[in-house]
C-alpha cells in the first residue's frame, strides 16, 4: 500500500513511522545505533513497516513491542516476523488483561 506511512525525523538517528490514514493513527519509532537499529512497535499491520524500515537504515533490525499497553506487536501484525525480536523483551512484558 503505497503512501500509508508518514516519515518524521527526530534527528539525525531517530524517525517517527506514523499510520494517520488510519483512526488509531499509530506511531512506532526506529532508533539507529552505530551498529544496530530498534523498531518500537511494529504497527497495525495493514501495510509493511519492514519495507519502509530498509528506507531508513542499513543496520540489522529488531523489534520490540510496545511495554506500556501489555502485549508485544508480533502478537498482532504479521508484517513483524520479518524482525528479530529485541533480545529478552518479549520474556520480559508480563500478558495484562484489559477489563
Known amino acids: 500500500m503505497d503512501n500509508w506511512f508518514t516519515i518524521d525525523k527526530l534527528d539525525h538517528e531517530t524517525y517517527i513511522i506514523s499510520e494517520y490514514r488510519h483512526w488509531e493513527e499509530t506511531h512506532c519509532y526506529l532508533l ?32 520490540a513491542g510496545a511495554p ?16 528479530p525480536t529485541a533480545e529478552g523483551r518479549r520474556e520480559a512484558l508480563p500478558r495484562q488483561r484489559h477489563i
Open 32 to 63: 539507529n545505533g552505530s551498529e544496530k537499529s530498534l523498531l518500537i512497535d511494529t504497527g497495525l499491520g495493514i501495510a509493511n513497516i519492514y519495507d519502509e524500515v530498509q528506507k531508513l537504515t542499513d543496520r540489522p533490525t529488531a523489534a
Open 68 to 83: 506500556f499497553i501489555g502485549y508485544t506487536a508480533r502478537d498482532l501484525n504479521p508484517h513483524d516476523r520479518s524482525f
